[in-house]
């Protein structure tokens, strides 16, 4: 006989009123990505036949952000409960099939308990677990004899129940075929009026399937996030996870409860990241690179030895050897540095090649420009790569030193080795090797008189 088919359901149609947001529930993020994307990840990693994403309130925000996801989509149109939710994906799935069904909004779930809940046996299982306080959550409630006999949810629950601290995950393993059945047998005769998915456990009981409950040890892979309170406690749960794979892989944290890692990192050895740093994206990070205090870098690409001072801010920054950077810089996208460059406080660059120990010690904006290795560029020069309509490039040669306070009025270009006066504004190239300065001789006034106060006129 064949293995029957595994189909994955993603709850995630609800609205969420309890977030008070516009966007559905299940595009709030966690560590910089919707709880869904999170949620897809550790179902993708099962042997599955097909995943189907039940999805309603704000859907067409969701399909646009999910657009390149393969997944099958369910329409439900009204969000009559999580039953109602799971019975719109059914008709698509083989009776002989496991069904598999998760909430959209557990951000933190992982494919390992997952497969718990796959190979617990049992016609049908649910994994549970045991919560200090279990507000809001479903009761496992038990006989005498400890077995299964339904879930009752919070706000049906009786005082007794409520004592209850195993509670329901909404995570479970159905057989398609039964399931169809029991969904269709669902009414709303409960506190919140909706269609609860819950209620077919009892029918299955009642029918003496074999139920098989998997308690989870760490009862925080399996929280869920109803309301902004829940969701920044599973951001600060989802952000320790990410400081400790960081700290296993061998980056030094100053304190693993200020880093923010919104994306990928993959660090070097000996890595060390200050407080308050925010990781946005990919970021490679090689060995030695350092980061200060409040430091925020995105899909940034640091070669060995590279240290960022404190609040700097990167943005596609690529460095190919031992650079320092800040405090205070600003680095856009196309920054490429080379060995040896140091982009100092108030610094910022965009789209600038800047060529082997290379200087920009203050105050300066280098857009569209490449630098030659060696320039020195003076406190306050500026490239005016902007006309109000065109962006233009600017060109430096190798050990070009730039005077304080200049303008390069691009596009323009500076010969190797020039030297530019401080105060100058360069509106054609400069040729190599020589003195170039366009302000006017200083004039002192002989007969100069301060201004005097006016006689008051009454
Ligand atoms: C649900 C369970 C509860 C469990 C808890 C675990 C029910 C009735 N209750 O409660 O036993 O302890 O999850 O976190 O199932 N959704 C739809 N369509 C709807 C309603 C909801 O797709 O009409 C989706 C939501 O987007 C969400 C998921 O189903 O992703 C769960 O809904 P939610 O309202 O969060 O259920 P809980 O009250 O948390
Ligand atoms: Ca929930």
Sequence with gaps: MNKPELHIVILAAGRGQRMRSEQPKVLQQVGGQPMLAHVLKAAQQLPYDGI??????????????????????????????TGHALAQAMPSIPDNAQVLVLMGDQPLITARSLQILMIAGGDLAILTMRLENPTGYGRIVRNVSGEFTAIVEHADASPMQLEIKEVNSGVYRFPAGRLKQ??????????????????????????????????INDPNELLGANDRVQLARLERIYQLRQAERLMVAGVALADPGRVDVRGQVQAGKDVFLDINTVLIGNNFLADEVSIGPGCILEDCRLAAGTKVLAHSVLQGVVTEGECSIGPFARLRSGTVLAAGVKIGNFVETKKAVIGTNSKASHLSYLGDAVLGANVNIGAGTITCNYDGVNKYQTTIGDGVFIGSDTQLVAPVSIGTGAFIGAGSTITQNAPADKLTLSRRKQVTIDRWQPPQRRRSED
């Design 52 to 81: 189907h994403v039940v999805y309603g309130y704000g859907g067409e925000q969701l399909r646009r952000v999910f657009t390149d996801t393969p997944v099958a989509w369910v329409k439900q149109a009204e969000q009559l409960g």
């Design 182 to 215: 029991w969904l269709a047998r669902l009414d709303s005769q409960n506190a919140a009026g909706e269609n609860y998915l819950t209620d077919v456990l009892a029918m299955a009981v009642a029918e003496q399937l074999w139920i098989k409950t998997s308690e």
